[in-house]
Each structure stands twice: as structure tokens, then as C-alpha cells.
């Protein structure tokens, strides 16, 4: 059965890294890209950044870029998001989330509806 687990949230000050990981079960890597979104109370969920099954294409929302690295281990199954300058405004509960099979990821990376499955989400809260 398809499983993603997120992990590696917490609190960290203003400035700080964090690495989430999300690991994949019940299928693999190969065949399908993995989203980061991410959801901050009263707002809607925001893609992130997403990583390409096929040639490791990166995406990256302008909020994000040039702070946040999406990197995969296909022999794990996982997807990593390394975070760094982390600012309040990142605060939010941060999901994976798997496309659809066989679905190009450019130009709708980060559209909600082309994900099948979802994690849990982990907290990650940047605070003084």
C-alpha cells in the first residue's frame, strides 16, 4: 500500500536549517515526482518544490529559491528538503505528496490536483 512518512520538523530560531525527509512505501521513486507543499493556519497549501522521477528536474517557488534543496535518494526511496535562512513566514505543517503516474510535473509542479497520495505533514515553526 502507497506510503509517505514526513519527518525532521521542529522548532528552530530565525536563520536556522532543518531537513525534512519523506519516505516513500509501496512504490518507487522512478515512476513518479514528489511535491513539497507546505500550510500555515488560515491559509491554503502552497507547493514548495518538487522533484522529477525522469531526468531530476527541479521546481522551486519564488519564496523558496535559493534557500530550500529538494534532493532524492532513489536506493532509500526518499526525498529530502534541506531548508536554510529559515524566516517566520515558513512557518507551516509541510507535506510530500506523489503525482499522479505518468504525470509531466512542468508547469503544474506545484497544482494540488495532480497528486494522488499525501503524508501526514510535520510541523516546522521558526521562532525566537
Known amino acids: 500500500q502507497v506510503q509517505l512518512v514526513e519527518s525532521g520538523g521542529g522548532?528552530?530560531?530565525?536563520?536556522?536549517?532543518?531537513?525534512?525527509?519523506?519516505?516513500?512505501?509501496?512504490?518507487?521513486?522512478?515512476?513518479?515526482?514528489?511535491?513539497?507543499?507546505?500550510?500555515?493556519?488560515?491559509?491554503?497549501?502552497?507547493?514548495?518544490?518538487?522533484?522529477?522521477?525522469?531526468?531530476?528536474?527541479?521546481?522551486?517557488?519564488?519564496?523558496?529559491?535559493?534557500?530550500?534543496?529538494?534532493?532524492?535518494?532513489?536506493?532509500?526511496?526518499?526525498v529530502y528538503l534541506q531548508m536554510s535562512s529559515l524566516k517566520p513566514q515558513d512557518t507551516a505543517i509541510y507535506y510530500c505528496a506523489r503525482t499522479i503516474d505518468g504525470m509531466e510535473v512542468a508547469g503544474l509542479w506545484s497544482v494540488v490536483q495532480i497528486y494522488d497520495y499525501w503524508g501526514q505533514g510535520t510541523q516546522v515553526t521558526v521562532s525566537s
Open 11 to 78: 522548532l528552530v530560531q530565525p536563520g536556522g536549517s532543518l531537513r525534512l525527509s519523506c519516505a516513500a512505501s509501496g512504490f518507487t521513486l522512478d515512476y513518479h515526482a514528489i511535491g513539497w507543499f507546505r500550510q500555515a493556519p488560515g491559509k491554503e497549501r502552497e507547493g514548495v518544490s518538487c522533484i522529477d522521477n525522469s531526468d531530476g528536474s527541479t521546481y522551486y517557488a519564488d519564496s523558496v529559491k535559493g534557500r530550500f534543496t529538494i534532493s532524492r535518494d532513489n536506493a532509500k526511496n526518499t
